[in-house]
């Protein structure tokens, strides 16, 4: 197990920069995900720890040894890529043992690691087969257990779930999560899914343009976004973001709708902010609003509405009859609202 510093990491490619100074500090044995939308530098980053690309300016350490000219295979890592890049005429035995027979391993050594990996993911009556008598979720398990067999310090993935169907996503989230808890060896994990994110990390760092915009636990970004970009990316139905400014009466929206403003708020809040699930049903003194779709998921339906020019994502625990046209009653759990500074956009405290 090691830890990871990634110390003011810049990366250009000619004159287009890619990464702005980014630091992250990565526990021994820390399950870290690095999220954020398609183009935002972390699966380059991740490359730059395993060595796979080069490093424009900035220190990568790994167990305090700093790696920035040292061979990938001198890192001690071992990678899990998106395709799997398995050896199709290999077998998923000697697919999981190559790393240890380039190395000149003993067979009985490699057979007792490879054996002890298949048991760990359930490959044990696979080992005789190929990748392509194997399913997604199988060859993935492959691997996973080709990066095991190496007992490296570090665990890299990059976006290993992407190619699965929705099923199999939420399957192999657990049993990756399982792995980690079992071996304990840090991981640095890149996925553009933040409910991968929120599942799956001890921290997150949510990454957008080449820069970190927030590192936290899971719930923290969650309950305390710092700015409007996490607010809007973390969370699946996504925050409500609501243009305006304060009045006497509240918060006025650009739509023209006037929400109940939390007190005490320190600085002049140009955005407002509501999870869906913070909205409450008040058949009293709420806010007219006009349903605009409902949809039931069972655990929960959730309600699209219109106040003013605004539309709002609500999501009920109980159950709503009301129709597309019909006006509920609604109003924010102010405990729970979130306002953001007009001009930078970061998160007020009240």
């Not at 929206?253 to 403003?261: D, H, R, S």
């Amino acid at each position: 197990m090691a830890t990871v510093g990634i110390n003011n990491v810049r990366k250009a490619f000619g004159a287009t920069q890619i990464l702005h100074g980014v630091s992250v500090d990565i526990a021994d044995g820390e399950f870290v995900v690095l999220v954020g939308p398609s183009g935002c530098g972390k699966s380059t980053l991740l490359r730059m720890l395993a060595g796979l690309e080069n490093i424009t300016a900035g220190e990568i350490s790994i167990s305090g040894r700093v790696v920035n000219n040292v061979a990938p295979k001198d890192r001690d890592i071992a990678m899990v890529f998106q395709n799997y890049a398995l050896y199709p005429h290999m077998t998923v035995r000697d697919n999981m043992a190559f790393s240890m027979m380039l190395a000149g391993a003993p067979k009985e050594v490699i057979d007792a690691e490879v054996g002890k990996a298949a048991g760990i993911l359930g490959l044990g009556e696979l080992l005789h087969r190929y990748p392509r008598q194997l399913s997604g979720g199988q060859r993935q398990r492959v691997a996973m257990g080709r990066a095991i067999v190496r007992q490296p310090q570090v665990f890299l993935f990059d976006e290993p779930l992407s190619n699965l169907d929705a099923k199999l996503r939420v399957q192999m989230r657990a049993e990756i999560k399982e792995l980690h808890q079992r071996l304990k060896v840090t991981t640095v994990y890149v996925t553009h899914d933040q409910i991968e994110a929120m599942t799956m990390a001890d921290k997150i760092v949510v990454m957008n343009g080449g820069n970190i915009e927030q590192i936290g636990a899971p719930l923290e970004l969650y309950d305390r976004p710092a700015n409007l970009f996490v607010a809007g990316f973390i969370g699946s139905p996504a925050m409500n973001l609501l243009k305006g400014t304060p009045t006497s009466g509240g918060f006025e929206t650009e739509g023209g709708a006037v929400l109940p403003m939390p007190a005490g708020v320190q600085g002049t809040p140009g955005w407002y902010g509501v999870r869906p699930e913070h909205f409450l049903l008040q058949p009293e003194g709420g806010i007219p609003a006009v349903v605009v779709l409902v949809e039931p998921t069972g655990s929960e339906t959730q309600v699209l509405v219109r106040i003013g020019d605004s539309t709002l994502t609500c999501a009920f625990r109980e159950r709503i009859s009301a129709g597309p046209g019909d006006v509920i009653s609604i109003a924010p759990d102010l405990a729970l609202v979130h306002l953001f500074d007009a001009g930078s956009g970061r998160r007020l405290s009240a």
